[in-house]
C-alpha cells in the first residue's frame, strides 16, 4: 500500500498567517492527489483535488501544488473559519490512503 | 441537493455482524463510483472501500478484505456495507461518499456509528 506522511502533525498560526502543509507519497502517484479539511463533529470537505485542482465553491486562498511524491497545501491568508484539520489522499492505486492529517490551531 | 444519509450502525459484540446502509438522493445515483471511509474515535481517515458505478468493481483496505462486502443497488439509489467478522479496532464513524471523476470523494454523508465491545 501507498504511506502517506504529513508534516506537520500539528501547527499554531494566526489570522492572516500563510501556512503551508506538506505531504509525502512512499511512491509516485503523479498527480493523484487531494486535500480534505475537517472540523469537529463534521464530515471531511474536498479542497483541491488532482494536486492543483480547485473544488468549485472552495476560497481561492487554498491552493494545492506537486506531482510524484511531494505536495504542498498552501493557504494564503489564514481565516479564522480556517482552523480545522487537514488531510491529504492518494487515489493512484487502491487502496485509497489517507495522510495522518494536520491540525491547525490558534495561535 | 446531494444527499447521503446512511444508517444501520449499532453495538455489536467481536465476531458478530452488521449491514450498513447508506441513502442517496439529488443525483443520478448509477452515475458515480462511491466509497465507504471510516473514523475511529479521535483518529484520522481511513478509506475502507469503494465501488464502481455499476458494481462490478470493487476495492478494499487490506485491514477490511475477506470481512467486509461492498455492494450497490441503483434501482433503490442505495450503498451497502456488510461487515462480517467484526473486531474492536472496527469500532468507527462510517461515512459513505460520492466519488467524482472516480478519482476524489466530493460529497459525504455525516455517518452512522459502529462499535465493537465485549
Known amino acids: 500500500d501507498i504511506q502517506m506522511t504529513q508534516s506537520p502533525s500539528s501547527l499554531s498560526a494566526s489570522v492572516g498567517d500563510r501556512v503551508t502543509i506538506t505531504c509525502r507519497a512512499s511512491q509516485s502517484i503523479s498527480s493523484y492527489l487531494n486535500w480534505y479539511q475537517q472540523k469537529p463533529g463534521k464530515a471531511p470537505k474536498v479542497l483541491i483535488y488532482a494536486a492543483s485542482s480547485l473544488q468549485s465553491g472552495v476560497p481561492s486562498r487554498f491552493s494545492g501544488s506537486g506531482s510524484g511524491t511531494d505536495f504542498t497545501l498552501t493557504i494564503s491568508s489564514l481565516q479564522p473559519e480556517d482552523f480545522a484539520t487537514y488531510y491529504c489522499?492518494?487515489?493512484?492505486?487502491?487502496?485509497?490512503?489517507f495522510g495522518q492529517g494536520t491540525k491547525v490551531e490558534i495561535k | 441537493e446531494v444527499q447521503l444519509v446512511e444508517s444501520g450502525g449499532g453495538v455489536v459484540r467481536p465476531g458478530e455482524s452488521l449491514r450498513l446502509s447508506c441513502a442517496a438522493s439529488g443525483f443520478t445515483f448509477d452515475n458515480y463510483a462511491m466509497s465507504w471511509v471510516r473514523q475511529a474515535p479521535g483518529k484520522g481517515l481511513e478509506w475502507v472501500s469503494g465501488?464502481?458505478?455499476?458494481?462490478?468493481?470493487?476495492g478494499y483496505a487490506d485491514s477490511v478484505k475477506g470481512r467486509f462486502t461492498i455492494s450497490r443497488d441503483n434501482a433503490k439509489n442505495s450503498l451497502y456495507l456488510q461487515m462480517n467478522s467484526l473486531r474492536v479496532e472496527d469500532t468507527a464513524l462510517y461515512h459513505c461518499a460520492r466519488d467524482r471523476a472516480g478519482s476524489y470523494s466530493d460529497y459525504w454523508g455525516q455517518g452512522t456509528l459502529v462499535t465493537v465491545s465485549s
Open positions: 465501488i464502481n458505478w455499476n458494481g462490478v468493481s470493487t
Open positions: 489522499q492518494q487515489t493512484y492505486t487502491i487502496p485509497w490512503t
